[in-house]
């Protein structure tokens, strides 16, 4: 049972450049969310998905896409990297709806710069 | 909008003990927690509290709720070097996606 495994760990895009940071879970989670963390500002929400094939908005979704295909993979996506998305993403899961003191279970992060 | 914050540097000694306060805005969040970050990891949750809840304690660990002045707190007892870490409050708002907004993280320091 290996919880929420992100992939990469690490990466360095270059300025507009495009990649796919990966989230899988293992726990039959319904909900699952992507985060940046930056110094000082916490965690902020970019995208979440409460089911297979469903979306919505966080607090600083612009730049960003996700998919979510297969209940266990939320992918998230940028399309035309910028250095401001210079950050560690976080991914995280939880259990479904009627289950709010369900906690979130994240991942290990992320680390990615954009030159 | 809802917003949780939280003081950002906390420095102790070995043995003495910690204590971490926070505020947050939404009233109607029906679960409160506490998550740890080690370097390098991702957060793991410590507590939570349910919000008709005035206290809970974990052993080391007790979470006092102030409702009324929407003000939550973290006591770490015998504080240890291996506390070191980032603390950060957080909320769960009961709408669609049961969304957590986080603090911003206080840093604890533990001197030996």
């Known amino acids: 049972n290996a919880g929420v495994t992100q992939t990469p760990k690490f990466r360095v895009l270059k300025t507009g450049q495009s990649m796919t940071l990966l989230c899988a879970q293992d726990m039959n989670h319904e909900y699952m969310y992507w985060y940046r963390q930056d110094p000082g500002m916490g965690l902020r929400l970019i995208h979440y998905s409460v089911g297979e094939g469903t979306t919505a908005k966080g607090e600083v979704p612009d730049g960003y896409n996700v998919s979510r295909l297969k209940k266990q993979n939320f992918l998230l996506g940028l399309e035309s990297a910028a250095p401001s998305q210079t950050s560690v993403y976080f991914c995280?899961?939880?259990?479904?709806?009627?289950?709010?003191?369900?906690?979130?279970?994240f991942g290990n992060g992320t680390r990615l710069t954009v030159t | 909008g809802e917003d949780v914050e939280q003081s950002l540097f906390l420095s102790v000694r070995e043995g003495d003990s910690s204590v971490i306060n926070c505020t947050y805005t939404d009233s109607s969040s029906t679960y409160l927690y506490w998550y740890k970050q080690e370097p390098g990891a991702g957060l793991q949750l410590l507590t939570y509290?349910?919000?008709?809840?005035d206290m809970k304690q974990d052993q080391r660990l007790t979470v006092l709720l102030n409702k009324k002045d929407k003000h939550l707190s973290l006591r770490i007892a015998d504080t240890q070097t291996g506390d070191s870490a980032i603390y950060f409050c957080?909320?769960?708002?009961?709408?669609?996606?049961?969304?957590?907004?986080f603090g911003a993280g206080t840093r604890l320091f533990v001197k030996a």
């Open positions: 957080a909320e769960t708002l009961n709408t669609g996606g049961f969304k957590t907004i």
């Open positions: 995280a899961s939880r259990k479904s709806w009627g289950q709010s003191n369900s906690p979130l279970h």
């Open positions: 509290i349910f919000s008709n809840m």
